[in-house]
């Protein structure tokens, strides 16, 4: 929760960046389906792909900071 509250706070709007977090979730979600229908066998992590996004997405804001990751 607190990392959604940072990449809520950082970006300038409030609506793209949960479009942005939205679309990395979709790809994420995407790209497990394509590897479990590929190999049989389940999704090993327990997370959910929007909250894998959110900590990929804060992660990413940490390391190379705000301008990088959110555009304004």
Do not use: C, F, W
Request: aromatic share 2%.
């Amino acid at each position: 929760m607190r990392r959604a509250e940072e990449l809520i706070n950082a970006a300038s709007n409030r609506y793209r960046i949960t479009v942005q977090v939205a679309k990395r979730a979709n790809q994420a979600n995407r790209a497990s389906r394509r590897r479990r229908e590929d190999h049989d066998i389940s999704d090993e992590s327990g997370v959910k792909p929007v909250m894998r996004a959110i900590l990929e997405m804060s992660e990413e804001l940490t390391q190379l900071g705000v301008s990088d990751v959110l555009p304004r």
